[in-house]
């Protein structure tokens, strides 16, 4: 082989200080090789993670809790296990066929949170590929068929954890019940689906539409003063963009994913 040390040492220095490097030499004829290495986009996934986290703490109150579920919706097993080993444990995920391929090839202590839109055709298929019930958030309930059918799907004496999803922006896009129908979904639940913990609501928001987060807060405010419930409710709600806002808005789920898995690529899309 006849590559000079000096070579070397560039190539080795280039992938392990990916990405500021790459960023310091946009034109560098590496940047194809150092983008595309497996091993520096895992070492990028990692590091994102741990500053994701570091802010969600840094964010995060005195006395309030927040969990951050990396959403790797799209992005391939390798990339979940780069996060994995950089210490995540809690993974989003939007499509049945994804999860139902993604979770039996992750370890066992991982929890997952279906945030995607949910089929009534989809239901058994995702239920059935997370054992116990009880690592498994739907967080996108929103309607009282789709509770009774979750309901039904789940093992007897295991227990499946809900959210029930509000549209708090008034967008023709944002599934959700509207926040005035939020008390009857979560009574429903609570009094008829034995199977189901209703643990929070859940709500997208408007982009850049902070207003949203107090929506929930207030449902929040609501729901438990009507069903007078003991327990406090989570609020799931910030993304990339705004997980920040979220939590300072009381926020104690954030779905982070493209700052930490990079922009998703939809082009090879079924
Ligand atoms: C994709 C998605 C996210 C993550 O979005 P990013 O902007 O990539 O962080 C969060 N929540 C839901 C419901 C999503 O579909
Ligand atoms: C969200 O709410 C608005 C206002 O009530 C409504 O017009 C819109 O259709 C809702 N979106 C969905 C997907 O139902």
Known sequence: MFISRSFMAILLFSVTSFPRHVAAFPRSPLRHIIINSPSARFMSIASNYQSVLERVKKATPPGQSVRL???SKTKPLED?????NAGCRV????YAQELV??????PDDCSWHYIGSLQSNKVNAIVKAVVPASRLTIETVSSIKLAQKLNHAVAEGERLNVMVQINTSGEDSKSGVEPSEATDLCRFIVTECPQLQLTGL???????DSSCFDVLRQ???TVQRELGM???LELSMGMSGDFEEAIAAGATNVRVGSTIFGE???SKDK
């Open 219 to 221: 449902c929040r405010e």
């Open 101 to 106: 391929v993604k979770v039996p090839e992750m």
């Open 80 to 84: 979940l296990q780069a996060a994995y």
């Open 69 to 71: 579920v990396a959403v």
């Open 230 to 232: 003991e327990e406090t």
């Open 264 to 266: 998703r690529d939809y």
């Open 202 to 208: 859940m709500t997208i928001g408007a982009v850049g």
């Open 91 to 94: 993974f989003g995920e939007n």
